[in-house]
């Protein structure tokens, strides 16, 4: 059974930074397409940062290119979201995603990711 645990989320002021953790499990996660999507009050979910199972491979949202960084560690089956210069529109729900085939690209539509954690709540205050 396929488990994705989101942590690190919580309330901070504008400016702030926060780093986001997905711990994997029940999946070769090495070889695992793994992405971070977020969900702001009222909508959809929006894609926000993408890595290949390599990690040679990495792509953002425009909204947050220059402030998030997704990276990986395949020893410790986990995926991390630094974000940086967090701003009132970052609030969120923030989930990752991990897809079951093709770990060697990057992904950005919701549909094309297999496996989904809880979520974690990201709230950034003015």
């Known amino acids: 059974q396929v488990q994705l645990v989101e942590s690190g989320g919580g309330l901070v002021q504008a400016g702030d930074s926060l780093r986001l953790s997905c711990a994997a499990s029940?999946?070769?996660?090495?070889?695992?397409?793994m992405g971070w999507f977020r969900q702001a009050p009222g909508k959809g979910r929006a894609f926000v940062a993408g890595?290949?199972?390599?990690?040679?491979?990495?792509y953002y949202a425009d909204s947050v290119k220059g402030r998030f960084t997704i990276s990986r560690d395949n020893a410790k089956n986990t995926v991390y979201l630094q974000m940086n210069t967090l701003k009132p529109e970052d609030t969120a729900v923030y989930y990752c995603?991990?897809?079951?085939?093709?770990?060697?690209?990057?992904?950005?539509?919701?549909?094309?990711?297999?496996?989904w954690g809880q979520g974690t709540q990201v709230t950034v205050s003015s």
């Open positions: 995603a991990a897809r079951k085939t093709g770990g060697s690209m990057v992904y950005t539509g919701e549909y094309e990711y297999n496996y």
């Open positions: 890595i290949s199972w390599s990690g040679s491979r990495i």
């Open positions: 029940g999946l070769t996660f090495s070889t695992t397409a």
